[in-house]
């Protein structure tokens, strides 16, 4: 009796073993196939969503190379500090040399003057055009008087109504003042809509042409400069050659980053005891992106934000 029901187990355990078996290694290897395939899928979508920037540029771009890879950025500090342009810059030249290293440096050694203007622009320009915002405010006699600069770097100048108000200001004191005026010359896309006067020349607004055009009938060319490029490359190039303002005023790119950016740089070449101030400190732009910046500097600075009519004047405190 014992042994009939022995055997009996045994018969089962054996059918058992035969229908469990293969169940097991099929789930097995469901189990295997659904797991490899949400690790992969995973991986392969937080490496095509994540804008994650490749941590420095001596890294190769993964692109490149193959598989893909991915970095851990997550241990990049995120501070302020990151945000800071920290380049040191070449000591400063004596004003006397500010002009000659410009035109070395920018325009093969010869005066961009000579010869203006060229006869296929000529037609196109009015013999003056100025148009600014606030360019003839107090802020810039006060402080052409309190600060008697002999080197200013204008970040910003379009047609030029600043700079030529700055120059007659200078004139009028006697000063020797050079004015470099940071500029691409371009305005915005679609600037030409409120400016319907001004000739596109094959796609150029001809904006540095009417500029030079109103600083000569403003008979300012041997103080004024054009410097026509981003601001950004001109204020490190300028960083480079040790060329400093005694007085700065930033007035181009009106949104948080440009601003931020162009302070920054501007501060680097500014000579000791010189100001450095700028306009629109009360536009909407990007929601108050100059008043942001301006503010964001001073304090990581220690400085005040005096202000003077619309524009901002950085101050000691
Ligand atoms: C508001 S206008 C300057 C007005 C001038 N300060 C005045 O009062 O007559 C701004 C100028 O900044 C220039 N600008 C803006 N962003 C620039 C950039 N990133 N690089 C060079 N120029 C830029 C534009 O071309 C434009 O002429």
């Known amino acids: 009796m014992k042994d009939k029901f022995h055997r009996r187990t045994a018969t089962v355990a054996t059918v058992l073993a035969s229908i469990v078996k293969p169940a097991a290694y099929l789930v097995i290897l469901?189990?295997?196939?659904?797991?490899?395939?949400?690790?992969?899928?995973?991986?392969?979508?937080?490496?095509?969503?994540?804008?994650?920037?490749?941590?420095?540029?001596?890294?190769?771009?993964?692109?490149?190379?193959?598989?893909?890879?991915?970095?851990?950025?997550?241990?990049?500090?995120?501070?302020?500090d990151q945000f800071r342009i920290k380049t040191r810059c070449s000591p400063p030249i004596p004003h006397r040399q500010v002009r000659l290293t410009i035109l070395q440096n920018v325009f093969n050694g010869k005066s961009p003057y000579i010869g203006f203007p060229p006869p296929h622009v000529a037609q196109l320009l009015h013999p003056k055009k100025i148009k600014g915002w606030g360019s003839n405010g107090a802020v810039f006699e006060n402080l052409v008087r309190q600060v008697k600069p002999r080197t200013i770097i204008e970040v910003g100048?379009?047609?030029?109504?600043?700079?030529?108000?700055?120059?007659?200001?200078?004139?009028?004191?006697?000063?020797?003042?050079?004015?470099?005026?940071?500029?691409?010359?371009?305005?915005?896309?679609?600037?030409?809509?409120?400016?319907?006067?001004?000739?596109?020349?094959?796609g150029d607004v001809s904006l540095l042409y009417q500029f030079m055009q109103n600083v000569v009938a403003m008979n300012a060319s041997g103080s004024v400069i054009p410097l026509p490029f981003s601001t950004g490359s001109v204020l490190d190039s300028l960083c480079e050659w040790g060329v400093y303002g005694d007085l700065i005023e930033v007035d181009a790119g009106h949104d948080f980053?440009?601003?931020?950016?162009?302070?920054?740089?501007?501060?680097?070449?500014?000579?000791?005891?010189?100001?450095?101030?700028?306009?629109?400190?009360?536009?909407?732009?990007?929601?108050?992106?100059?008043?942001?910046?301006?503010?964001?500097?001073?304090?990581?600075?220690?400085?005040?934000?005096?202000?003077d009519g619309q524009h901002w004047i950085l101050v000691s405190s």
């Not at 392969?44 to 692109?63: A, C, E, K, R, V």
């Not at 929601?287 to 304090?299: D, I, M, S, T, Y």
Request: glycine content about 6%; charged content about 15%; overall charge positive.
């Open 157 to 202: 100048s379009f047609l030029g109504a600043s700079a030529t108000h700055m120059a007659e200001l200078t004139r009028q004191l006697g000063l020797q003042t050079q004015i470099l005026c940071v500029d691409d010359f371009r305005g915005w896309p679609g600037f030409l809509d409120r400016f319907k006067d001004l000739s596109m020349i094959n």
């Open 30 to 80: 469901l189990l295997t196939y659904a797991l490899g395939y949400l690790s992969s899928s995973r991986s392969t979508s937080s490496f095509s969503s994540s804008l994650s920037p490749l941590p420095n540029s001596d890294i190769t771009p993964s692109y490149y190379s193959s598989p893909p890879q991915l970095f851990q950025v997550t241990d990049t500090p995120t501070h302020l």
């Open 257 to 307: 980053n440009s601003a931020w950016s162009d302070i920054n740089r501007a501060y680097r070449i500014l000579r000791p005891g010189g100001v450095l101030f700028g306009h629109d400190y009360f536009t909407s732009a990007d929601n108050r992106g100059v008043r942001r910046a301006v503010n964001l500097f001073a304090q990581l600075n220690g400085f005040k934000v005096k202000v």
